[in-house]
């Protein structure tokens, strides 16, 4: 896959389709791979959608020290840049939507819509449950509620050790978490100008749906979707879902 040099950084990216830029920010310790196929072909049918590895994951580079979402958001705006889009849509779920918070409050003139996954503000106005076993299937149990995983065990599996090789691991992955652990938001919702739409799953054990619930009600104007049946990896566990949501709020 192509790599542009950022910030002292070599990002791979991937870019699928045609249309408005969609830019979409992973979570903590994961790849781009682990979208999946689904919901981005989906997208990819009426946007251009991009994905990138952030900094201290999959094929990116690993970062000299410690850094802030906020630093993570504008490889994320000079990514774009390098791209050539002036602006775009941005889609950030967990990790990433609290790099996509600090993309809308720090490079609103790049920002079309907003969308925030499975996500929390940080600071002391959120819960948030740290998962366990990264790398290990024990991190399916926490990804996905009981009754999906058990029928889909066998897919779930082989999915995780296909990516597992491009998560996150040591130095790289304690930097990314302390990045994460750090954001705090709380108080600058407010201030997130652009239409946003906010989607967790009923059943998220790792970012609870309250989180979502702050999140749309401090966000002027954000609209909440919440899914049912589905926990932190819905963006995996349901993708027709999880792309007519978006689908609908962009062409609104």
């Avoid at 903590?28 to 994951?57: C, M, Q």
């Avoid at 580079?61 to 705006?77: N, V």
């Avoid at 938001?185 to 054990?205: E, F, H, N, Y």
Wanted: overall charge negative.
């Amino acid at each position: 896959m192509p790599k542009i040099h950022v910030n002292g950084l070599d990002i791979n990216y991937k870019i699928y389709g045609e249309g408005d830029p969609l830019l979409m920010i992973m979570g903590l310790s994961f790849s781009l791979l682990d979208w999946g196929t689904e919901l981005p072909e989906l997208l990819s049918r009426h946007y251009k959608v991009i994905l990138f590895d952030n900094r201290d994951a999959g094929e990116t580079s690993q970062a000299a020290g410690a850094y802030t979402t906020a630093q993570m958001a504008e490889d994320a705006a000079d990514l774009l840049k390098m791209l050539g889009e002036t602006k775009a849509h941005v889609f950030g779920i967990s990790m990433g939507g609290m790099v996509a918070q600090q993309f809308a409050l720090n490079h609103t003139d790049q920002l079309k819509k907003l969308i925030l996954g499975c996500t929390m503000a940080g600071g002391t106005c959120s819960q948030f449950n740290p998962p366990a076993g990264l790398g290990s299937s024990s991190i399916l149990e926490q990804l996905f509620p009981l009754g999906f995983l058990q029928a889909h065990q066998l897919r779930i599996g082989e999915f995780l050790q296909a990516t597992a090789p491009y998560h996150s691991q040591g130095e790289a992955l304690i930097r990314q978490y302390q990045a994460m652990s750090t954001h705090d938001t709380c108080s600058l919702l407010g201030k997130i100008t652009a239409p946003t739409l906010v989607i967790t799953g009923d059943s998220d054990r790792i970012i609870p749906p309250q989180n979502s619930e702050f999140l749309a009600k401090n966000i002027p104007g954000a609209k909440l979707e919440v899914l049912t049946e589905a926990g932190h990896a819905f963006c995996f566990s349901h993708p027709e879902t999880t792309a007519a949501a978006i689908i609908s709020f962009l062409q609104s």
